[in-house]
């Protein structure tokens, strides 16, 4: 049986724990907008500025993917592999976002001025 003084103490670190959570994983915080996208390809890398609104033709290892760039924003527009699933990713628009066509061998990333860490680069 739990006594007064137990419930109270079993309440406040269950406040805590809540409190805790909230400020750690709901904590909002503003992303700082993309300013540039850089391209990997299996021979090149290559940055470009977002703000510009534009579609880019990549050569990768089985031929062109186009790439359209508008409002801070990056999607495959089409690529010649199978499955088309970079096509199907849709829009990238967060710093640190990735999509990839790997048969193709290109890859894409919005990255910004001042880089920041999480737990994947540590």
Same mark, same amino acid.
């Given at each position: 049986?739990?006594?007064? +003084?137990?419930?109270?103490?079993?309440? %406040?670190?269950? *406040?805590?724990? *809540?409190?805790?959570?909230?400020?750690?994983?709901?904590?909002?915080?503003?992303?700082?907008?993309?300013?540039?996208?850089?391209?990997?390809?299996?021979?090149?890398?290559?940055?470009?500025?977002?703000?510009?609104?534009?579609?880019?033709?990549?050569? +990768? &290892?089985?031929?062109?993917?186009?790439?359209?760039?508008?409002?801070?924003?990056?999607?495959? %527009?089409?690529?010649?592999?199978?499955?088309?699933?970079?096509?199907?990713? +849709?829009?990238?628009?967060?710093? +640190?976002?990735?999509? &990839?066509?790997?048969?193709?061998?290109?890859?894409?990333?919005?990255?910004?001025?001042?880089?920041?860490?999480?737990?994947?680069?540590?």
């Amino acid at each position: 049986m739990l006594t007064i +003084g137990d419930s109270i103490v079993l309440i %406040l670190c269950i *406040l805590f724990t *809540l409190a805790l959570y909230q400020h750690f994983w709901f904590k909002e915080q503003q992303p700082e907008p993309a300013a540039y996208l850089v391209i990997h390809t299996a021979n090149t890398t290559q940055s470009i500025a977002l703000p510009q609104q534009r579609t880019i033709s990549i050569s +990768g &290892a089985l031929g062109t993917s186009l790439l359209q760039i508008d409002q801070q924003q990056v999607r495959f %527009l089409s690529s010649p592999c199978h499955n088309k699933l970079c096509i199907a990713h +849709g829009w990238i628009k967060h710093t +640190g976002e990735v999509n &990839a066509c790997v048969p193709n061998k290109i890859s894409i990333q919005l990255l910004t001025q001042n880089r920041t860490f999480d737990s994947i680069n540590y």
